[in-house]
């Protein structure tokens, strides 16, 4: 499993706008270090920004992401790709944080958008 | 004078420019030939001045270019999804996603596909419709619930432009959809209150027509005691305003019901005023 | 720091109002962040001076380099915006023209670029009682994107950590589109005002909706109370069956217009500030207890 995380400039904390975060932290299950990918391209994108980033993360090989929120458009493609969303509810979470609250199944799948 | 173009605009809702332009294009029609267009599409209102068109002579569709895909013939190579400044195709592995809200109907997509895959297909974003009110013509666009091409609409409403004189009542704001309707105005009504808000709405406003250009004239609606809050600020950057319509809760009873106000004397004399202002300045 | 967001869906339902009031109501341990870019009005009342503006970029648009182009004409067919025109040379004209890109492929001369489109500036200010507000002013013409909201957000939160305060407000836009979702995504709470009137209502339904999706946590009040009774009941019988928390009513009245007109804040008015304040305080409790 590989495991994305939006994360703000700092690299230590999450961003919460998944389709605007400056990086991705990425990690494969058995490592423990974050790989970052840069995602500026979309930082500039006056729309569509979570589809975009959503396609490279599918391009990365990444199969979970852990987000604070996920648009509906991302959310479509994220699940079309067969990656599996789970929801952040606290604010201000670090990453290694984050990444905890995942291996210890504390986090839930997020719901889709009704249309 | 042939052809002319009258929008009538405010920086923001509420400030009673739709009745405004519904009770001039009726005075106008008197004698002249003359067309209203509602052009704020996504909450089209002229209507309720004309209460007995529940039904449009015509209703037109009106469409743009999305893009669709012939999966057999996509190769998945991701060049179109590159040259999208709108973000709006996703492709990844074996899956080409296509979102409509997005698409901008460019066509681009369909110019750099190397494999002939993409076709456009004219898609519905809403409706033209045509009415008549005694000589009267009325046109108004109706963007589809959800759908965002507001300013395709506009341009398409426009389309239907034939009168001797066409009056546009524009969206409120000066974003994207307000500009799209000015774009080809001959001159621009603006539309104010008295109010510290009202002036800042209406700065922002000027701002746009003089970025474009346009002759424009400013009618302080609801005038009362406060005008000079407007007043000062267009005698301080020489900007003229044209006519007060003043507050009155007759006109406010008979605008909330859809009732015109033209043909009562003081204001029939208001509207001509206004026209000969307008036919003044295109000279 | 906590974050809480002021949002009705609906425009004019009066949420500026009420959290400019709320930002004056804790101005000794709050940020003011004004989302609803489209209509960024807060300052007209809030700002004292401004201290740092940044401009804003976003999108395309494109020219033509008039020295590469052989004025060949290849391009105004490609446009289908007709923003491409000719006078004595070929132009773009930058208000008719989406950023698409278009006549870029068919140019043969390399005569075509893109530059990237500035939008609108952002302000840094401090407001008459000593607090600091970001907002952000659109060039006329252009839109709100979820990307300026996030940028809003972005520079208010560093403004919160820097000075050391404990709350960031945000107004938030209108609508349940992209620039709603980036304006309440990630907040403690978010305040839902309920405009008493048929559209109002309809409109909160859809927010409440995309907050509960979002899971966001959120609370209601309802504004201008009392004008319909038929509809305040209406709206109160929804949430007591939706189980959805109604923290207090503010009454229609019209002394809400004249302090406006005076550039007072609603909470300074003797009439109303009363209520307002047990709002408010609920608010705060609320927004403590949230993690």
Known sequence: MKTAIPSSEDKKTVCEHFGRARYFAVIESGENEFKFIDNEINLNATQGAGIQTSTALINEGVTAVLSPHIGPKAFDVLKSGNVKMYLLTETDLTLEDALKKFTNGELSEMEGFKK | ?283 | ?291
Not at chain 2, 10 to 18: A, E, M, P, Q, Y
Not at chain 3, 32 to 58: W, Y
């Open chain 3, 1 to 291: 720091m906590k974050k809480i967001a002021f949002a009705s869906g609906k425009g004019g339902a009066g949420k500026t109002t009420i959290s400019m009031s709320f930002h004056k109501y804790i101005k000794d341990v709050s940020v003011f962040a004004d989302c609803d870019v489209d209509a960024a009005d807060a300052f007209l009342l809030l700002e004292k001076e401004i201290l740092q503006k940044e401009p804003f970029h976003s999108g395309f648009k494109y020219s033509i380099n008039e020295t590469n182009c052989i004025q060949c004409g290849e391009c105004i067919a490609s446009c289908i915006y007709n923003a491409i025109k000719k006078s004595d040379k070929h132009y773009i004209d930058e208000f008719a023209c989406e950023g698409c890109g278009a006549c870029e492929d068919v140019c043969q001369c390399n005569a075509i670029f893109s530059k990237s489109n500035h939008c609108g500036e952002l302000f840094i200010a401090e407001t008459i009682f000593n607090s600091r507000m970001v907002y952000a002013r659109l060039v006329p013409g252009e839109d709100n994107s979820g990307k300026l909201v996030h940028e809003v957000k972005k520079v208010a939160h560093q403004q919160v950590l820097e000075s050391g305060k404990e709350f960031l407000i945000i107004d938030s836009p209108p609508g349940i589109g992209c620039p709603l979702m980036a304006a309440i995504s990630g907040v403690n709470l978010l305040v839902i005002i309920i405009e008493c009137s048929q559209s109002g209502f309809k409109d909160a339904v859809r927010l409440m909706d995309v907050a509960g999706k979002m899971k966001i946590p959120f609370i209601t009040v309802l504004n201008k109370s009392g004008l319909n009774p038929d509809i305040d009941q209406n709206i109160e019988q929804y949430l007591q069956a939706e189980k959805k928390h109604l923290t207090g009513k503010i009454p229609f009245d019209e002394e809400f217009v004249r302090i406006l007109n005076r550039k007072e804040l609603i909470i300074d008015s003797e009439i109303l500030s009363g209520n307002l304040e047990d709002i408010f305080l609920k608010i705060k409790n609320i927004i403590t207890l949230e993690k």
């Open chain 2, 1 to 283: 004078m042939n052809n002319i173009s009258i929008a009538f605009a405010s920086g923001k809702g509420g400030t009673g420019k739709t009745s405004l332009a519904a009770n001039f294009a009726k005075y106008l029609s008197q004698d002249k030939n003359v067309l209203l267009s509602d052009l704020d599409v996504e909450e089209p209102n002229v209507n309720i001045f004309f209460p007995d068109n529940h039904k449009p002579l015509k209703s037109n569709m009106s469409t743009i270019n999305i893009p669709e895909v012939d999966k057999v013939k996509c190769t998945y190579c991701g060049e179109c999804a590159k040259k999208c400044n709108f973000n709006a195709i996703a492709v990844f592995k074996d899956r080409i996603s296509i979102f409509n809200e997005l698409c901008k109907g460019c066509g681009r997509c369909f110019n750099v596909c190397k494999t002939g895959a993409i076709h456009l297909k004219k898609t519905e974003i809403g409706k033209v419709n045509e009415y008549s009110n005694e000589s009267l013509a009325i046109t108004e666009g109706v963007l589809n619930t959800g759908d965002i091409h507001t300013k395709s609409l506009i341009t398409d409403v426009k389309n239907y432009k034939h009168c001797e004189i066409n009056i546009y009542d524009c969206p409120p704001g000066t974003t994207c959809p307000m500009v799209e309707s000015i774009l080809d105005a001959d001159f621009v009504v603006l539309v104010t209150e008295p109010t510290p808000f009202g002036l800042h709405d209406l700065s922002l406003a000027i701002e746009v027509v003089q970025k474009l250009q346009k002759r424009f004239g400013i009618i302080i609606n609801k005038s009362n005691d406060n005008d000079f809050i407007v007043e000062e600020y267009c005698a301080q950057n020489g900007f003229q305003v044209i006519e007060k319509i003043p507050f009155d809760r007759d006109i406010a009873k008979k605008c909330g019901r859809g009732e015109f106000y033209y043909n009562d004397d003081s204001y029939s004399s208001k509207m001509q005023k206004i026209y000969d202002h307008i036919k003044g300045a295109m000279i």
